[in-house]
C-alpha cells in the first residue's frame, strides 16, 4: 500500500511550497483575467472598438491576439503576459522548457474553453495532462 500525497504536487515532485511548487488556482485565475484584459486592450488598439460590440471578424480579434501574445510568451518566457504577472509559469513534468508546439497547443486547446476546464489530478487541466505540462510557482 502506497501513502497518499500529502500535499497537491507531490506526486510530480514537485515541491510543497514557493518556486517551483504548484500554482494555486487564485494565481491561475488572475493570471487569465489579466491576459484577457492584455488582449482586449491591445485588441481595441489595433481594430478597434468593434472587437467588443461588432460581428463578423473583428469579433475574434480578442481571442487572435490572446492566442499570439500567449504562444509566444509561454514558448520564449515560460508563461502568458498574466502568467508572468501572477509570478507563475509553465514547465513540463520533467522540468524542462515547454518549447513552441507544446506552448501552441496548449494555448489553441485553451481557447476551446473545455479542455482548460476539464481538471485532473494536481490542479492539472486536460490540456496539461495531454501535454506533460504543469503551471508551478515562480516565486
Not at 491576459?35 to 478597434?48: E, L, N, P, R
Request: positive net charge.
Amino acid at each position: 500500500m502506497t501513502d497518499a500525497p500529502t500535499y497537491p504536487g507531490q506526486t510530480l515532485g514537485l515541491p510543497e511550497a514557493g518556486r517551483g511548487s504548484l500554482a494555486s488556482w487564485r494565481a491561475r485565475i488572475a493570471a487569465m483575467i489579466g491576459d484577457w484584459a492584455a488582449s482586449m486592450v491591445v485588441a481595441i488598439a489595433m481594430f478597434g472598438t468593434e472587437v467588443m460590440t461588432g460581428s463578423g471578424w473583428k469579433s475574434f480579434m480578442i481571442m487572435a491576439v490572446y492566442f499570439v501574445e500567449a504562444s509566444i510568451l509561454t514558448a520564449l518566457a515560460g508563461g502568458s503576459f498574466g502568467q508572468l504577472i501572477a509570478r507563475i509559469g509553465v514547465v513540463r513534468v520533467n522540468g524542462q522548457h515547454i518549447g513552441w508546439w507544446r506552448a501552441i497547443a496548449r494555448t489553441a486547446m485553451k481557447c476551446l474553453v473545455i479542455p482548460a476546464v476539464v481538471v485532473g489530478a494536481e490542479r492539472r487541466a486536460l490540456n496539461d495532462l495531454l501535454l506533460g505540462t504543469v503551471v508551478i510557482n515562480r516565486k
